[in-house]
């Protein structure tokens, strides 16, 4: 059996941020750029829930692209920064060190969200299955390229050579999985509330209006109607 019909869980997965550097997302055009943050942050706080490994990787950040999103390193604030100056990740010794670690408990299906979509994500990926046995799994809506196309080409290269093609939610799901797992629970549906829009807000409308539940804040006396006379 293929091992890419084999799930996402979080015992075979690890994370991989590439670049989510301020100069790098000013070239994003393919995706709204606080769209783009949200989904990151959203990634992290994923991988954060269910203990995923997750390395975070930077290139030329003084003289050029700026420092990692600090939404981001705010989710892994313990987190070293591997800095590089290839714009292959997969070029860097420390990059392949850290995965390599990773890969030998197990965790050989590759979780990437990185700028650009068509350079550093893509060069990345063709490399790194080139000398390896992992699988990249390339978050769409977590990555962005320097036009529609620019992505949209880029994503259709890397999935002709065997990348798998997810999005941030649908990550966050396959590690849940199950909604009987309790133990993340709670922890997946706040971040779904808070980063996942309609379904988020989906889910107060339920908690609150179908099942009665408390508002998720506290807030002021709700006041009036008062028609003006």
């Known amino acids: 059996m293929s ?11 690890q994370i991989i941020f590439i670049d989510q550097q301020p100069q790098m997302a000013f070239g994003v055009q393919s995706i709204d750029r606080q769209v783009l943050k949200n989904n990151v942050v959203a990634l992290a706080k994923a ?18 692209s700026g420092n990692t999103f600090p939404e981001l390193l705010a989710v892994v604030p313990d987190n070293d ?13 420390n990059v392949r060190d ?22 550093c994500n893509t060069t990345f990926a063709l490399s ?3 000398d390896t046995d992992y699988e990249i ?3 769409a809506d977590a990555s962005g390229g320097t036009s529609v196309d620019a992505h949209k080409y880029a994503m259709d290269r890397m999935v002709q050579a065997g990348v798998v093609p997810v999005t941030w939610q649908q990550v966050l799901l396959e590690w849940q999985r199950d909604w009987a797992r309790k133990k993340t629970y709670d922890a997946v549906t706040s971040l779904v509330k808070e980063h ?11 908690v609150t209006h179908v099942h009665g539940g408390a508002e998720r804040v506290k807030h002021g006396k709700r006041i009036g109607p008062n028609p003006a006379k």
């Open 47 to 64: 991988a954060r829930i269910f203990n995923i490994p997750t390395t975070i990787t930077t290139v030329e950040t003084d003289s050029f």
């Open 3 to 13: 091992s890419k019909l084999q799930v996402l869980t979080p015992q075979n997965s």
């Open 98 to 119: 850290a995965l390599a670690k990773q890969a030998a408990d197990g965790r050989k299906k590759i979780v990437v969200a990185g700028l650009w979509t068509e350079v």
């Open 81 to 93: 920064i591997l800095e590089r100056t290839s714009m292959n990740s997969w070029d860097d010794q």
């Open 137 to 139: 799994y390339m978050v």
């Open 196 to 206: 996942s829009g309609a379904y988020g807000m989906g889910i107060d409308y339920a």
């Open 128 to 130: 790194c299955m080139n």
